[in-house]
């Protein structure tokens, strides 16, 4: 066992030094976007790419063990140091081990012109951040509120506690939300808390989305509609190698169902208006009415509301 752990400890140290000198990978990609609205899907299908090699939620700190509830609230001006970041995004966007499987895709990194991929959902408010001090090709997928904030509730996310962890980022309010403050301030229920922290989110991301036009930014319902085609011109604008296998991924992934809160696999276009079933049109008001507040630039028309 002692000698087991030996070799394994060497070839990972022996990996972290190869990568770490000779970087001949692309431009890194980064797919951002509200938890359950689709990145895991975007992000595992980017990854079927030749060559590809895929980091999933590196700021999570359920998976990392490091961070706590502010982790996904986590907001950082462009420029500064954050301890917490850097640890999560150093590595990956040099290629180097990160998790259990740190040996998966060694033989792809010591080849030139690897595609690091990375998804994450925690630093969604900070990828301003993120984008300038590692500039990778950006992707902020955006998915309507009603489904995001049902699946808050459904999953038992304290949603106090959410709201109370936001106000705290004090920062984020300087920059961004203090108009809002009192709106957010007088949320109580979880509908009002969960559509209010998802109109926060998207205000950062379309204040973010103004300044860097060259992002790229893609609806969840798009995808939905047709994924083939969707994800054909984004393999395209990133230079992915579309081929047999992916289109197959794709066709998996979209056109089947494995059942679980977490699953990759599912009927696509049903999961557009799912949320219609279950949601009352009072409820839906509540929703719109926090979009409207934070004058989000997403959904705005009625078709996008009624049940």
């Not at 990609?29 to 899907?41: A, E, P, V, Y």
């Not at 991929?117 to 955006?142: C, G, H, Q, T």
């Not at 309507?144 to 904030?149: F, L, R």
Request: hydrophobic letters at 35%; proline letters at 6%; one cysteine or more.
């Amino acid at each position: 066992m002692r000698k087991q752990r030996l070799i394994t400890n060497t070839s990972y140290y022996l990996t972290s030094w190869f990568l770490n000198h000779w970087q001949v990978g692309k431009r890194p990609i980064l797919i951002l976007g509200h938890g359950r609205s689709g990145t895991s899907w975007v992000g595992k299908t980017l990854s079927t790419a030749n060559r590809a090699i895929y980091y999933y939620e590196p700021c999570n700190p359920e998976i990392t063990g490091k961070g706590n509830m502010e982790t996904w609230f986590r907001y950082t001006r462009p420029g500064e140091r954050d301890d917490l970041l850097e640890n999560a995004f150093d590595n990956v966007f040099k290629g180097l081990p990160f998790g259990g499987a740190w040996y998966r895709g060694f033989w792809a990194r010591a080849l030139p012109n690897y595609q690091i991929i990375v998804k994450d959902v925690a630093s969604l408010m900070s990828i301003e951040w993120v984008f300038k001090r590692y500039n990778p090709k950006l992707l902020v997928i955006v998915r309507h509120p009603c489904p995001t904030v049902l699946s808050e509730i459904n999953k038992e996310t304290p949603a106090e506690l959410s709201r109370d962890t936001l106000l705290d980022q004090s920062s984020l309010f300087e920059d961004h939300l203090e108009p809002y403050r009192s709106v957010i301030e007088q949320a109580k229920t979880p509908i009002e808390i969960f559509a209010a922290i998802w109109a926060a989110r998207h205000r950062v991301v379309a204040d973010a989305l103004s300044r860097n036009p060259e992002w790229l930014l893609v609806f969840y319902e798009d995808l939905c509609l047709d994924p083939i085609g969707k994800f054909k011109e984004l393999f395209e604008k990133f230079e992915l190698p579309w081929n047999r296998r992916v289109e197959n991924h794709v066709l998996q992934s979209s056109t089947n169902n494995i059942p679980g809160r977490y699953s990759k696999v599912r009927i696509s276009t049903q999961q557009i208006n799912k949320w219609k079933q279950t949601m009352t049109q009072s409820e839906v008001d509540v929703v719109r009415n926090y979009v409207k507040i934070f004058d989000i630039p997403f959904y705005q028309s009625d078709q996008f509301w009624s049940l």
